[in-house]
């Protein structure tokens, strides 16, 4: 499972992007998300409105906090899945907004850089950034420049350019993942399976928290039940998040018709030109029960 393909489900048209066949009605993007660096992405998505890991920064960052009033001993590692640039740990761990982010990789300064000094360049602003409660990020994802952009600029403790939606893990990743107590999900949930899911929680020594922020064109229930497996139960947070625009009437149209096939409204949601996210939570039943969703969502 590559970035690119996880998100036609995230991305649209944009500069120097080549678009490849609709997946399932929605736009692919297939040299998006594995570029030298991010400017890229930020230019290709800035118009588009993706929202995602900017929703989903409060929420994770109140996760993190509940995770560790739960228990002594150092901060809880978080294992970001389909993690790119690293973009859910530069806003979990730094005094910054998604929308800096996008002004910055967008600006005159960023695009007069060759990626070795946007590089250096990023070093500098994510350390004077950096806050006191940051706690340890590893990111996985297939696409190793993407990943090896995140580590260089250190956003990601480590980082791992793996499918484990094709093979198991390697030995470096298992060990990595031990101490995680929260995988996060902000794009990709639609590609990944239990064959993700599974190594890594079996790699884990102690229990975990998934929050994964999942389309409502698509459906969790699989990864859910791979979940339940390992004794967490998932919870489906109440409000919507929109994602991105659509990128024509056919996006729209197939948005529209497949969340309505759901069971879902799609009325002040698809209808109003979006791709919608639900977050759904997965926890043991224990900290269900001491810890109410309402309580860590917004």
Known sequence: MTEAQRTGSAAGGGVGVAVTAAVEGMVQFGELYDQPDPRAYFRVLGPLDYRTPGHAQDIFRRLRSALGAMGEGPPPTVLDLCCSYGINAALLNHDVTLD????????????????????????????????????????????????????????????????LEEGPPSPALRRAVRETRLITVTGGSSFLSQRTFRPLLSAARGPVWVAAFVLRTTSYAEIAGCLAAFGLATERAAPTFPQRRFTDARERRYAVDTVTAAGHDPEGRESDGYFHTALHLSRPTSDVVMTPLDSLVP
């Not at 600006?107 to 602003?125: C, G, I, K, P, V």
């Open 100 to 163: 800096e982010l996008y002004e910055r990789y967008t600006s005159h300064e960023a695009a007069s850089m060759n990626t070795a000094q946007l590089a250096e360049w990023d070093r500098e602003f994510f350390e004077t950034r950096r806050r006191s409660d940051r706690v340890r990020v590893v990111g996985l994802d297939i696409a190793p420049r993407a990943v090896a952009y995140g580590r260089a600029v250190g956003l990601l403790a480590e980082g791992f350019a793996e499918n």
